[in-house]
């Protein structure tokens, strides 16, 4: 059983460009959650997706999009690169009808803006 | 609204020492409580969480941690490290198991051989 996949893995980018990232959550989860990790910190909350639609949400700007597909994959899209937006995205899963599981991580997708 | 405080930012210790790394949260309602670890260049991993019951939770490669209600506080333990444990250390918190997930500062373990 595959876990949490993300892709790609490493992703360059320059100011002012557009990016999409990729999730696709363990099998059985119907929620995915984003998360920003920067160099030295800890993660933070983006938003999360239930539903195909966006149910919480961070505290970032509208920069940051999301979409998640029928099949519960999901898309992190990034407008008007910032230097600061280079950062480890990581991609979280979960299903809010387990009594006992919680969310699982990917690998995450470094995203460097030059 | 939840926070959460990772007191040391770097803690050095020797390999077969053991070590305690320290967590405080804060929250106004009941919580979920996390240890990841992340090992250089990698995602996160899950040590050991605790969601209910038994305070003293035990964790994989030999880490627990303990709830304490009382101090808010959720320290990790491990008694004797080895240099494969050097790793960022990340305490976390939520409200319910599919929750936001907020996360402290981490703190860098760093064994000396």
């Known amino acids: 059983d595959a876990g949490v996949t993300q892709s790609p893995t490493h992703l360059i980018k320059t100011r002012g460009q557009q990016v999409t990232l990729r999730c696709s959550p363990k099998s059985g989860h119907d929620t995915v959650s984003w998360y920003q990790q920067a160099l030295g910190q800890g993660p933070q909350f983006i938003f999360q997706y239930y539903e195909e639609e966006e149910r919480q949400r961070g505290n970032f700007p509208d920069r940051f999009s999301g979409h998640q597909f029928p099949n519960y994959s999901s898309e992190l899209n990034v407008n008007a690169l910032l230097l600061g937006d280079s950062a480890l995205y990581l991609c979280?899963?979960?299903?809010?009808?387990?009594?006992?599981?919680?969310?699982?991580f990917g690998p995450g997708t470094r995203l460097t803006v030059l | 609204a939840q926070s959460v405080t990772q007191l040391d930012s770097q803690v050095p210790v020797f390999e077969e020492a053991p070590v305690e790394l320290r967590c405080n949260y804060s929250?106004?309602?009941?919580?979920?409580l996390f240890w990841y670890v992340q090992y250089p260049n990698q995602g996160l991993q899950l040590l050991l969480k605790y969601l209910s019951g038994s305070t003293l939770v035990k964790g994989i490669n030999g880490f627990e941690a303990e709830f304490n209600k009382s101090q808010t506080s959720f320290h990790l333990r491990k008694p004797s490290v080895h240099i494969s444990d050097t790793a960022e250390y990340f305490c976390a918190v939520s409200r319910d198991r599919d929750d936001k997930i907020i996360f402290g500062k981490g703190t860098r373990l760093h064994i000396l051989p």
């Open positions: 979280a899963s979960s299903s809010p009808t387990s009594s006992t599981d919680t969310q699982y």
């Open positions: 929250s106004s309602v009941s919580v979920y």
